[in-house]
């Protein structure tokens, strides 16, 4: 899959490319920034709306491409935790700070509960 920005945005065709493969699918490491970063000098913009927006696509793209499963990849924020990273990885992990089900402060957002709605369906 395409990683989730803001400037990539889940479109009706967004998994053609991998079913052009005519593979099984699955989402492994999934995450959608919900908060503005700057990666390598780039400010990426975005928000709690735009990551509930790439998730729910990934969601609903799900069952009727059949994926065997999708993991999302940082459950939690992890505002202060970075500043622990080595200098050398800080920037690169800037991309996935805020990417998580729950802020730092550990109070939910709305992809959480989304997700939560995902998991009580019934298993095929």
Known sequence: YHYGLNHNPMTSNYFDLAKF???????????????????FGKNIEATEEDQLKFKKGVLEGA????FKF???FVAIDYDE???????SVREFANAWVHTGFQRASRNNKKALTLWDSYLVLPKR
């Open 21 to 39: 493969f005519g593979k099984p699918m699955a989402v492994a490491e999934m995450g959608a920034i919900s908060h503005d970063v700057k990666v």
């Open 63 to 66: 069952d009727p491409n059949d």
């Open 70 to 72: 999708i993991v999302n």
């Open 81 to 87: 935790a970075i500043k622990q990273f080595p200098k």
